[in-house]
């Protein structure tokens, strides 16, 4: 079992995404053997060639060619029409002046250039390639069970028109900023939402005003006092990449502190519980992806354990779901 933090000093991150990242353009030179070996008496390729010292784009089709050759491919162009240059093989294949198909006519000195290439060299070094052993890519959302969707409507307390996910937002990135710098300004967060500056300023005082009396609520109470404080083993807004058997899992954890070599995740919520039924259903409906972060916490800092809360703003509640 592997993880990594994103931006992290260690290498680890680094080293499973560039191992991702080269099964990834194999199998694409595996979609690319069977493509082409799929024609019959012609294969015609389209594309472009970039301007400058490097006109073959790499990791495409006309880069694996190239790099397959035994030497370069298309290297005598062809003044094709207005704007347009050809590259054949064979070399120099012409067009009749006045063509009313696809008709290509092979010359003397093209069936030659035919034999100065060697095809199945370039089949060779396109194929074959080894099984492919690329791993399931998931997001930490994605382990929450589908059929638990219709648990009931979003409760908020916003504002109309602003979405539940924008006012969420806005809720995550003000709390980011008091773990960081001890405060938070949301005049400046919600410029970085043009849907709220532009809203009727009756309206848009009326958001912001729910939005500070959330805010006011949680931070004022001092039981909370620990998940904001800013201290050197807590982190807000924690990307990771976590490798779970053939999967590897990403995702952005809210908030992780670390007391007395437990973990402790937490994950904010901008939903209003309206009863103990409504508490329990939202709770089993996040706890799959709580117990990957908190897999993936115990993992990344070796804590003894780790414990998941959702943390639900417009409640003022913090309910334990998880512990690893």
């Not at 194999?26 to 400058?52: C, N």
């Not at 190239?66 to 003044?79: G, I, N, T, Y």
């Amino acid at each position: 079992m592997n993880i990594a933090i994103k931006y992290s000093a260690g290498p680890d991150y680094q080293e499973l995404w560039a191992r991702e990242h080269g099964e990834l353009l194999r199998e694409h030179q595996r979609m690319l053997y069977v493509a082409m070996t799929r024609a019959r008496d012609h294969l015609i390729m389209i594309g472009t060639l970039m301007s400058g010292k490097t006109p073959i784009k790499p990791n495409t089709w006309l880069g694996y060619l190239h790099a397959s050759a035994p030497r370069p491919l298309f290297d005598r162009p062809v003044e094709a029409g207005s704007g347009t240059i050809s590259y054949a093989y064979p070399p120099a294949l012409t067009m009749p002046a006045k063509s009313t198909g696809m008709q290509a006519v092979r010359n003397d000195r093209q069936q030659q250039a035919a034999g100065d290439l060697d095809i199945k060299t370039i089949i060779d070094n396109l194929s074959p390639l080894p099984r492919s052993e690329t791993l399931e890519w998931k997001s930490a959302t994605d382990f929450i069970h589908q059929g638990k969707e219709a648990i009931g409507s979003l409760v908020t307390r916003t504002v109309a028109p602003v979405s539940p996910i924008t006012r969420g937002s806005v809720l995550h990135r003000c709390l980011e900023d008091v773990t960081k710098t001890g405060t938070y300004d949301l005049d400046r967060i919600i410029m970085d939402y043009p849907d709220i500056p532009a809203m009727e300023s009756d309206i848009r005082r009326s958001f912001i005003s729910d939005v500070r009396s959330v805010l006011n609520s949680v931070l004022g109470r001092k039981e909370f006092g620990w998940i904001f404080e800013r201290r050197p083993d807590a982190y807000s807004e924690l990307p990771f990449l976590y490798k779970k058997g053939r999967t590897l899992v990403s995702g952005i954890i809210d908030r992780i502190v670390i007391r007395d070599d437990i973990g402790h995740v937490i994950d904010y919520k901008a939903i209003l519980i309206e009863n103990d039924e409504a508490l329990a259903a939202w709770k089993d409906h996040y706890r799959p992806q709580i117990q990957i972060y908190c897999e993936a916490v115990k993992d990344i800092f070796r804590t003894r354990s780790v414990e998941g809360s959702l943390f639900f703003l417009d409640s003022i509640r913090l309910e334990p779901t998880t512990k690893v």
